[in-house]
Every structure is written in structure tokens, then in C-alpha cells.
């Protein structure tokens, strides 16, 4: 089975740091891309950050470049959010999620299936 937990969530002030982190089964982490989206209330959700699971490469929206990092740690099935200098409009709640078409990119977004439950991340001013 599918599954995808994301945890580290929390309430920091603005410039503040959070690191999240997503556990995935086996079969989920073998996914060709892993991703981190969010979606604040009355929004879409959008994706932030991709990295493909085997070549390691890294995709970013250009709202948070520079301040966010994504990796992995394959020993653990685990895909990190490092997340700095946070600013309030960061406040949303995060979504670890994964996509397995190999012909796709991994900032194809509307490629993501499977979803973990998300994490709440509010940055206060």
C-alpha cells in the first residue's frame, strides 16, 4: 500500500526555520519524483519544490528559491522540506506527494497521485 506521512510541522515568527519531513513506504519512494506542495485557505494548491528520487536533481518555484531545500535520504524512504527565512505568506498547510510516470518531469505537478495527510505550517509576523 501507498502511504505517505508528512510530519514537522509547526508555528515559527517570520525569518524563523522548519524542517518537514515525509516518510514513504517502499513503493511510494520508488516513485520518479517526490514533492512537496501547499495550499493556504481560499487558495490552490500549489507545488513548491520536486526531486527526482534517482538522479537527485531539484526543482524549485521561483517563490521559494533560495529558502527552501528539498533532499532525500534513502536509507530512511524519507524526502526533507528544509524551509528558511520563512515569510507569513509561507503560512499553509504542506502536502509530501509522489508521481511515478518516467515520461514526465518532476515539476509536471498535475502528474502527483498519491498524497499524504499534510502538515500545518503558520508563520507569524
Known amino acids: 500500500q501507498v502511504q505517505l506521512a508528512e510530519s514537522g510541522g509547526g508555528s515559527v515568527q517570520a525569518g524563523g526555520s522548519l524542517r518537514l519531513s515525509c516518510g514513504a513506504s517502499t513503493y511510494a519512494y520508488r516513485s520518479h519524483c517526490m514533492g512537496w506542495f501547499r495550499q493556504a485557505p481560499g487558495k490552490e494548491r500549489e507545488g513548491v519544490a520536486a526531486i527526482d528520487t534517482a538522479a537527485g536533481s531539484t526543482f524549485y518555484v521561483d517563490s521559494v528559491k533560495g529558502r527552501f531545500t528539498i533532499t532525500k535520504d534513502n536509507a530512511k524512504n524519507t524526502v526533507y522540506l528544509q524551509m528558511h527565512s520563512l515569510k507569513p505568506e509561507d503560512t499553509a498547510m504542506y502536502y509530501c506527494?509522489?508521481?511515478?510516470?518516467?515520461?514526465?518531469?518532476?515539476?509536471?505537478?498535475?502528474?502527483?497521485?498519491?498524497w499524504g495527510q499534510g502538515t500545518q505550517v503558520t508563520v507569524s509576523s
Open positions: 506527494a509522489a508521481h511515478p510516470f518516467l515520461a514526465m518531469p518532476c515539476r509536471s505537478w498535475s502528474s502527483y497521485n498519491t
